[in-house]
């Protein structure tokens, strides 16, 4: 093979789109690794404002539980997104950090609560109409 043929240039060509490529999917896991920092700051006190609002007996309590209750178990309480209509622009944006924070958390939600699985079996029975 010689200098003239056209393999060394499209040889260039293959490594300079690999070197791209390679500074695109790095560029990503930093913003990746940047959003789940940014989350694991914030997620603690949107899930502690859901349990606050979760804990009362307001309009807005039993939509709070019901999305508690969708990331807790959705096989038995599917998310259901109208939900989120029903609640506060503060509590719609807690329970939207809440929901991504549990999408990429290394434990369930209800882990980052003090005695959250209690918790959680009170708001499903209060759900379920067994405890006012």
């Known amino acids: 093979?010689?200098?003239?043929?056209?393999m060394p240039r499209l040889t260039e060509r293959l490594?300079?789109?690999t070197r791209q490529a390679l500074e695109k999917h790095y560029a990503?896991?930093?913003?990746?690794d940047e959003r789940l920092a940014k989350l694991e700051q914030v997620g603690?006190?949107?899930l502690d404002r859901l349990v606050e609002v979760a804990n009362r007996d307001t309009g807005q309590s039993r939509h709070c539980r019901r999305i508690l209750l969708a990331v807790y178990n959705?096989?038995?309480?599917?998310?259901?997104?109208?939900r989120l209509r029903c609640i506060d622009r503060d509590l719609q944006s807690a329970a939207l950090t809440a929901i991504e924070?549990?999408?990429y958390s290394g434990r369930e939600l209800h882990?980052?609560?003090d005695d959250g699985d209690r918790l959680m079996h009170r708001f499903w029975?209060?759900?379920k109409g067994g405890e006012d």
């Open 28 to 32: 990503e896991e930093a913003a990746v």
């Open 15 to 17: 490594n300079e789109r």
């Open 74 to 82: 959705a096989d038995d309480w599917p998310l259901e997104l109208n």
């Open 44 to 46: 603690p006190a949107a």
């Open 101 to 103: 924070w549990a999408t």
């Open 125 to 127: 029975l209060i759900e």
């Open 111 to 113: 882990e980052h609560l």
């Open 1 to 6: 093979m010689t200098p003239d043929t056209p």
